[in-house]
């Protein structure tokens, strides 16, 4: 996977998994410790992000860092 890839499957695993679970990008925000515009940046593959946000992503939904990627 490259790294084009990557970042499209991780915007749209994270698209989907906050509608989900119901929960906007702001209050997404609030959970995570991660700023509503890095969450936007992430959906819109503006930006490859880190290990450590997709962590705190991760963990304030409630789900793997591996269910962001894959």
Not at 20 to 47: P, R
Request: proline share 1%; glycine share 2%; net charge positive.
């Amino acid at each position: 996977m490259n790294e084009k890839e990557l970042r499209k499957k991780i915007a749209e695993n994270l698209r989907q998994m906050r509608a989900k679970y119901k929960i906007s990008q702001e209050k997404l925000a609030e959970k995570s410790g991660v700023s509503q515009q890095h969450i936007y940046k992430i959906e819109n593959e503006k930006v490859k992000p880190s290990v450590e946000k997709l962590l705190m992503i991760a963990n304030a939904l409630g789900v793997t860092v591996n269910d962001l990627i894959y």
